[in-house]
């Protein structure tokens, strides 16, 4: 079993701790949520001392499984008020896992100004003033971290908007190439880093050894399978590879579900000019990287680096999400503009979801015009030059339109909707209005059967049969989470009667137990549990599992209204 | 019986109607509650058209009784997101009494920028365009307005924080002057009123009879004793009249309950440079008015008017609280600058307690520098300015916190506390923590037993007591909110035995009741009921009837500590 790494940030000092047997056995999302339930006050303030900053290798990282380098971090969200997960890919998570950390939770809060960096290799901790580091920009931090510490080395950092604690930052992970393209964009938990002034940690596994595999054999006859199924599933083995997540643009604006000029209608008149076909045209053209995996032993590969008419670099890690949200929520067309906005968040160290959607209420409330890409970039990069304006705007999209007056503002748990309309994907909606996470659609993406026709299929525009796709999925999807596995392979272990037993015989093998699948399941509802237990106890009712007001006007060119009394929301998560 | 009002603020349209049964009897605070928890649905954004704003005369309002000039305010908070009433002085209350007017409702909301203003008088209701009226400060539109409609009329109206709908806006009402020195300014309803589009109300009662009065012998001799009440208490009769309510400075200050700098101590170290007995003695040497009636009516006559070193007119009803937040609060120690911040929150429209407290989060978060009142004018002024460092501090301390990364921000229900600590007076405590207005000194005033010595005496530092005397007192004031009374009528009202029989005796000599102490005190229950129903339905919990984190600190120079569990709070109000 591994350690616990312990920071107090205040004192500057670490511990390292034997897991205790409350934790035994959990990784990832399993991990931060019993963690953050169990040692963090649930009305503490999100900022202060009493909040601490977890971070989590998944059960299965470091394993030579496909596709298990997610990283969790976990907090209570300066966003939502309630408890958070986010993960990333990255290099991070396989390296804590190698150097035998299961977390690394940051705690307290320093009184003064200054800065500090973490650097945890194989010889132990240092923690070090960030130095020049400060009010950097994620690229130049990460360059520059690259340069002294090597290349290939884990990096975790924040940029101007953690520092400035907003509740929109991010915390960046170096990606494959060095360059901030990985995310733990939602929920702000940059803020909580930046509260705790801590600029990076670097992740060295220099000198560690592997990861211990029990059963080697078995493990690697089950992977086998598992990269199969993975290789031959037409979502994960063809359409991401092709296109990346953009390959979703068309898909769901046929679909009559991308939400145009602030949800206000399913198809954007310009969605060509934004699709996935027209990015990978764009990508080849200009010669840029049109399929890159995430994290090592990623066999989905659908992250991309994305060039500027010169053909030099521009950005990476480009997804669908950030495309709509920069793109069909603001009708902004054009990809480069939306590329540079997208280069901006990672660089300020932003949530893509959360920035597109405030953009969208900047254009409400008059801030800037509709559309106007030039202006978009402007304002975003209000949030780098410390600016008022990006005080306003880097807090996300309640708090702008709460600074402009507007009553028009698609949040749950006061985190910004994603790129599915919840009156013509009900499946995700119902996700969206509860799940303990705020809004979001990779808590339970019931894009799938309600759109994809992957796992069975539900009619996106009625009430049936969606509660309890959410319910699956949020189910799955947080043992997913504690895994440390791609939320994409669902999409294969969803059409495949053999997936979550692949996945429990690489557990079992992993570790010597007898994982079944009903295990599996158990797990990621403890998961929930904990983290509805975190939320009840900061204060959130049947009220937070509710979408906003708006969502009760029709919804072209679907006639589909939100048709779930609050009594059916309280029952998706019930068990 | 009289009627209701309803404006539709999108139609441009009004009617007339009879008071339904529901609401029969009901004035002031009682009626706008219980409209607010009859017809506006508990979720709905308060800045849209679902919200209302509802006006109503106390009970009393518009009869001879002294002191009962008060109009109520409520509609859903922009800034609590609960139930909010907020009542002041001013002309309009006896008006719309006079004219037969119950309550006046705005309801929906225009979709448009066009700004409309409202003329009501004994021929009818007139709704007009707010022509050049728009964007202007309350001291130009109230000037206009009286120059148009004749002195004496009565004016609502919102300056530019109202006009840009920010939570910190407050609505405020020409004083006996004709100066917006009487505000409405709890709880952003200023921001309610401009998101539909109303810059201003105008109510002129010529020609309307008076209050019609069944047993007019039996209502004298009660109003004489009740004047003679007022008139023979220390508090009613002597202090305010001389001092005004700044005369709490030195008396708060002395017994270590003043919050200074943040809620870090309850001693101010200047608190003689802000006291009531220097601005007395600055008001006789400028020229200004030391003891003037805040309604037509009054005899306690605790406003003012204060002038600048020129001795040219500046502000008006500087009040304690007011003092507090801009001095001891922010550490701003020099009176005029103070008093031009008094100014300035007229003017624009706000609350000044909120801004207060506000200056000092932004002077926490590096903002401006502590105590640095030019700097704090500079600030203010940019909310007169549209800029967009009003649009953060406009929207209230909690506000203002997020956007500066602070953690350590006074507020219950997201709304500011007033100017008394609640560790070092803790009857005023609990009712900030329990009452469903959010932070609130006037929802219970503790300070008569805790530190006055009025209607008992409890002490402020231990728990002992001060749940059962923040109780009493908030039914109290609830009834005295619905009777259209000034709170300051409770501290002759706790002293004398006869002090609510006499109450009860007016209000059965004008309607022709059999009411009786006790059916008063169920009034004042049945209001809070109300209210507590309203902000459940809104998604409160226990969890927001709590002081935030940083009040678990010990309060210098006392060693008190807040030490009430959660189910202590929750009996406070349990009825």
Redesign the interface.
């Known amino acids: 079993m591994g350690k616990l790494l312990r920071i107090n940030t205040r004192e500057k000092t670490f511990t390292f701790e034997e897991t205790p047997e409350a934790y035994a056995g959990l990784g990832g999302r399993a991990l931060t949520s019993k963690m953050i339930l169990d040692e963090v006050p649930?009305?503490?303030?999100p900022?202060?001392k009493?909040n601490k900053l977890i971070f989590a290798p998944g059960i299965m990282s470091g394993s030579p499984a496909a596709d298990s380098g997610r990283l969790s971090a976990g907090a209570k969200s300066?966003l939502t008020g309630g408890i958070k997960e986010s993960n990333a890919g990255g290099l991070v998570s396989q390296k804590l896992a190698k150097l035998g950390i299961t977390g690394l939770v940051l705690e307290d809060k320093p009184e003064g100004d200054d800065y500090a960096m973490i650097v945890i290799n194989n010889d132990g901790v240092e923690i070090l003033p960030a130095g020049d580091l400060v009010k950097k920009g994620n690229y130049d931090v990460m360059s520059a971290l690259w340069d002294k510490y090597g290349k290939n080395t884990g990096i975790l950092s924040i940029g101007q908007a953690g520092e400035?604690?907003?509740?929109g930052a991010s915390i960046q992970q170096a990606d494959m190439n060095g360059n901030p393209g990985r995310a733990h964009g939602r929920g702000g938990l940059g803020?909580v880093m930046?509260?705790k002034k801590i600029k990076a940690i670097v992740v060295d596994d220099k000198g560690a050894g592997r990861v211990e595999v029990k059963d080697k054999e078995a493990f690697k006859a089950a992977n086998k399978r598992w990269v199969e199924m993975l290789r031959n599933h037409p979502v994960t083995g063809e359409g991401l590879p092709a296109l990346g997540t953009a390959v979703l643009v068309n898909v769901i604006n046929e679909a009559g579900a991308l939400p145009t000029k602030n949800f206000r209608q399913g198809r954007f008149d310009h969605a060509q000019d934004i699709s996935g076909e027209a990015m990978a045209e764009t990508i080849e053209k200009r010669g840029g990287i049109p399929s890159e995996a995430c994290h090592p032993g990623c066999v989905i590969k659908c992250s991309n680096v994305y060039h500027d008419k010169e053909g030099k670099y521009l950005t990476s890690g480009f997804e669908y999400e950030t495309i709509w949200a920069f793109g069909a929520h603001t009708t902004i067309k054009s990809l480069d503009d939306i590329a540079m906005l997208d280069r901006l968040c990672d660089d300020f160290g932003l949530d893509t979801i959360e920035m597109g959607v405030t953009l969208g209420i900047a254009m409400e409330g008059g801030m800037i015009p509709w559309g106007d890409g030039t202006a978009a970039v402007e304002l975003l990069s209000k949030i780098g030059a410390y600016?008022?304006?990006g005080?306003?705007i880097g807090?996300g999209a309640l708090?702008t339109g709460?600074?402009?007056?507007?009553?028009r503002?698609p949040v749950v748990k006061k985190q910004a909707l994603p790129a599915y309309d919840p009156r013509a994907c009900k499946g995700v909606g119902v996700t969206y209005a509860t799940t303990p996470m705020g809004a979001d659609h990779t808590a339970g993406y019931g894009v799938t059967a309600n759109i994809l026709a992957v796992g069975g299929s539900i009619d996106p525009l009625k009430k049936e049969g969606n509660m309890e796709l959410s319910q699956g999925l949020q189910i799955a999807t947080a043992a997913i989470d504690a895994a440390g596995l791609c939320l994409f392979v669902a999409f294969a272990v969803l059409d495949n009667e053999d997936g979550l037993p692949t996945v429990a015989e690489m557990l079992n093998a992993q570790y010597g137990l007898e994982l079944t699948p009903d295990d599996i399941i158990e797990l990621g509802k403890s998961i929930l549990r904990n983290e509805k237990e975190f939320n009840k106890?900061?204060?959130?009712?049947?009220?937070?599992d509710?979408l906003?007001?708006m969502f009760n006007d029709d919804f072209p060119p679907h006639k589909s209204t939100w048709d779930f009394t609050n009594d059916d929301l309280q029952k998706t998560l019930d068990f």
Chains 1, 2 share one sequence.
């Open positions: 649930a009305t503490c303030h900022l202060g009493n300066p400035q604690c907003l509740k803020a930046g509260s600016a008022p304006e005080k306003i807090n708090f709460d600074a402009l007056g507007v009553d503002v106890k900061a204060g959130f009712t049947a009220v937070d509710q906003p007001e």
